[in-house]
Every structure is written in C-alpha cells, then in structure tokens.
C-alpha cells in the first residue's frame, strides 16, 4: 500500500474544520489590520534562500528541499516565506508610487523543510505570516505583534506568551558578537559540539542553543542590550511602551536571537509551556529586518514580519479544548420518502442551495427514521419532509428541531422565498403561522 511521505499529514473531518476556522478567522483579522494577501510559488531558486535567509541557517544548511529541474536549474521547495515575499516585492515593484505604503501583505500557505518529524515538527508544514515594507516606525513593530496577539487570543488561546528582544543594528553586533566571543572562548571545552563550531561562525546561536549546559553558561553572559546604538535603543523603548499602551504583556528575553539570519533591532517570538510539546515551544516568531530587500536586489527598504505554524496553533488549541464555533452546522435536512418524489426531493435541495443555505439529503432510499438520524447527527435547523402526499399538495412539512413544530410550506415558498420561511421559523414561530394564515 502507498503511504504518504513521512512528515505530511492528511488533514479531513473535524480536524479539517479546526484548520478552515483558523484560516478563516485569519483573513478577517487581517483584513482588519488592512493586510493584502500575496501567493508565490511553491518551489523557488535555490540561490533566494541562500541568500535571503543565510547559509549557516539550519534552514539552508540542513533543511532544503532542492533538486536540479531537468534544465539543471537549482530549485528548492520553499522553506520560509520572508525571502519568497521580498523576491516578489522587488521583482514586481511594489515599492512603487501606486502601491500602498507601507506595503502590508500575508501568506497562509505550506513550507518544506527536510526535519526529523514530530509532534509539531513536519516535512511539510504550513504557515500564516505577514510582512510589512516601508517603514522604520516602531509603531509598525507593535501593530504587527499586536495582530499575532489578536489572532492567537481570537482563536482562544491563553497559554501564551510573548517574548521580545533587540538585535540592534549590524554595526552594534560586531561589538556585541566579539563580546560574546571573549566570554565564551574560557569555557570552550565546556560548550555543546554545536555550539563549539558556531563559536567563531554565529556566536549568537549559541545563545539560542537547547543544550542544557550551554543554557547554564549562557546565562551569565553579556547583553545584547548594551552594545545597542541610542537610535536602536529608543527604538526597543518605543516598542516597548506602545506594547504597555495596548495592554500587551511581554518578557525581555535577552538570550533569544532567532534563527535566522536577516533579522535586526526588535525581534519577538509567542510561546507556549502546553504539554502538547514536551517541552517551550515556540508557535509564532518574526522581528524586523531593514537589510534584507537590499540583499535581494531591492531599494533600500525596512521591513517587519512573522511567520505562524499553524500545525502547533492546531495543536494548542486541541490541548486548550478551543471550542470551535458551529458555522458548520446544517440548516436543512431534505428528507424524500419513496421513489416517486425523488426529483422534488433534487429540485427543492438545488433550489435552497441556491438561495444560500446548507441542505444535506438521502440517496440510499433510507427509510425516514434513518434519514431523522442523519439530520439529528448534523445537528440541522430544520426537516423538510417530501412524501407523496406532499407532492400532491405542493406542500411541504418543516420541523423546526429546537421547537419541536412543525408547519406546512408550498413548495413555491421553499424554491423562491425560503429566506423568510428560514428567518421567521428560526425567530417566531407564531409570526410564521401569521405569515401563512395571510396568504
Ligand atoms: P524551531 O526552532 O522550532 O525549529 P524555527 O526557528 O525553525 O523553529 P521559524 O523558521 O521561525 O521556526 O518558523 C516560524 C514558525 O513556523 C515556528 O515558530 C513554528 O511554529 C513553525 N515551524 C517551523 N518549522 C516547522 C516544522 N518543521 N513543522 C511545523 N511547524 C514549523
Ligand atoms: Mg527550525
């Protein structure tokens, strides 16, 4: 038997619905924050995220998902959206007059990268994310948390926390960087393999190292925070106050730097202690990165994103018993009782469609108490019921579950006019009997 490859998933049934609410609830609030979505390729020049995101990430040295198409081009799925973004912002111009300034746009879409699989840790995983071109304002860096905040709280998420930190600019980070160096270099033996060959390359990873003794000596280390420029400075206090003056709590977290490698001045990471992942997990990272469209052949351009997995966010809100909203419950219910009023029970079905609403109906000529069932398990506003005697009537009967009532409606009534029908026996049952008994 075929399976599917290892770190995918099939996604159907409630947990289909569960991934559906979320996007769904997503685009509102983007739409809210007057985000514009963009879709790119799947797969991407090899050299974008060699570039874009850096070859001693572990997302290009370790991770990539490339191949030579069959003009030997080097391709690779893509990894992360930021570069893919950037790519198509330059090479489409939308740094230009008649565009939006700043430029606001999300993704939801999925991402590859070539990981050891586990519980929120796929091959194929998705992601939602923003970015925001054009501005340096740290108003920007606070909207744009502030969404992830919102999108995370409108989903029912409250084991959360945020994280913030500064990475100042690059100059500060060759001073903070030899600092670092300087401090380590005595425990040398002491340091992870890891982070013993990151010393010299990336020193700044090993503050972001799992290792638990790399933890213990880490801890005492400079700050990046004091090798920060004044200008960067009062960026990272400007963040911080608009965050206080939107109710946002955040944790300083001197020691995180993020993996990636175009980031600077603020970055910021949402985490969770959920049990869902053994251990701090982190759902939602992003933070500024102002070099980064110049790198890829862009005007000088400042930027601000995040990327969200939305396979953790599922999980965590498994975890939280999120309660999904019933938007996906049935509205009617078409039972057909015989053969013979089968092409009624077709027409009415497409007809309410038609008008906007959910029907479900039969096709294995169900006996009524059986298809009563069906409609009960989708929890369905209404019953329509169509036998022959209401096909001789043009007549229908409709039961309205909560009420336990049922009323007579002509056929006519249901094809053209079931918004009234829909509305008023789902409101008052009395004024539908009024509406009826008049005509
Ligand atoms: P990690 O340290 O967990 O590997 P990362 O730093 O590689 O995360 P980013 O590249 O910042 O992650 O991606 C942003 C978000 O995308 C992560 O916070 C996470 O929610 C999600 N994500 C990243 N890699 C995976 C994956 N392999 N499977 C599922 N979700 C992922
Ligand atoms: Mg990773």
């Excluded at 010393?199 to 400079?222: F, G, M, Q, T």
């Excluded at 920060?228 to 400075?233: F, T, V």
Aim: aromatic content about 10%; some cysteine.
């Amino acid at each position: 038997m075929i399976q599917k490859p290892k770190g995918t998933a099939d996604l159907f049934g409630d947990e289909a619905r569960i991934w559906q609410y979320v996007e769904e609830t997503a685009r509102i609030i983007f739409n809210d924050y007057r985000f514009e979505e963009m879709r790119t390729p799947l797969f991407e020049s090899y050299e974008l995220f060699s570039r874009g995101v850096g070859d001693t990430s572990d997302i290009v040295s370790k991770e990539m998902y490339d191949f030579y198409d069959k003009g030997e081009r080097h391709m690779t799925l893509r990894p992360e959206g930021t570069a893919a973004i950037v790519r198509s912002y330059v090479e489409n111009k939308l740094f230009g007059p008649e565009h939006k300034k700043p430029y606001k746009t999300y993704y939801m879409a999925p991402m590859f990268r070539y990981e050891r699989p586990q519980s929120g840790r796929m091959r194929q995983f998705h992601q939602i994310g923003v970015e925001v071109f054009g501005s340096t304002n740290p108003a920007v860096d606070v909207e744009t948390i502030a969404l992830a905040w919102d999108l995370l709280k409108e989903l029912g998420l409250s084991n959360i926390k945020l994280v913030i930190n500064s990475l100042g600019k690059n100059e500060d980070r060759i001073k903070y960087r030899q600092a670092l160096i300087d401090y380590l270099e005595p425990h040398f033996d002491e340091l992870s393999a890891d982070s013993q060959t990151r010393l010299h390359k990336n020193p700044l990873r090993v503050l972001d190292s799992k290792d638990k003794k790399d933890i213990e000596l880490v801890k005492d280390a400079p700050s990046i925070l004091d090798f920060l420029s004044e200008e960067s400075q009062k960026h990272f206090e400007m963040v911080q106050a608009y965050l206080t003056a939107l109710d946002i709590p955040f944790e300083i977290d001197t020691n995180m730097v993020r993996g990636l490698d175009y980031y600077q001045d603020t970055i910021f990471e949402i985490m969770t202690d959920s049990k869902s992942f053994g251990a701090k997990t982190t759902i939602c990272g992003g933070g500024r990165y102002d070099g980064l469209v110049e790198d890829l052949d862009g005007p000088e351009t400042p930027g601000f994103g995040f990327g969200m997995g939305i396979e953790r966010l599922v999980l965590l809100m498994k975890d939280e018993e999120v309660e999904i909203p019933n938007v996906y419950d049935l509205d009617v219910y078409m039972m057909g009782i015989g053969e013979d009023v089968q092409t009624e029970v077709l027409t009415l079905t497409y007809k309410l469609r038609q008008q906007g609403y959910s029907v479900d109906r039969d096709f294995f000529n169900r006996k009524p108490k059986a298809q009563f069932k069906q409609a009960q398990k989708q929890n369905a506003t209404m019953v329509i019921t169509i036998g022959d005697e209401e096909v001789e009537n043009q007549e229908a009967s409709v039961k309205i579950m909560a009420k336990r009532k049922e009323i007579k409606v002509p056929f006519s009534e249901l094809a053209t006019n079931f918004d009234v029908v829909y509305r008023q026996a789902t409101m008052d049952t009395t004024a539908i009997d009024e509406y009826f008994n008049a005509k």
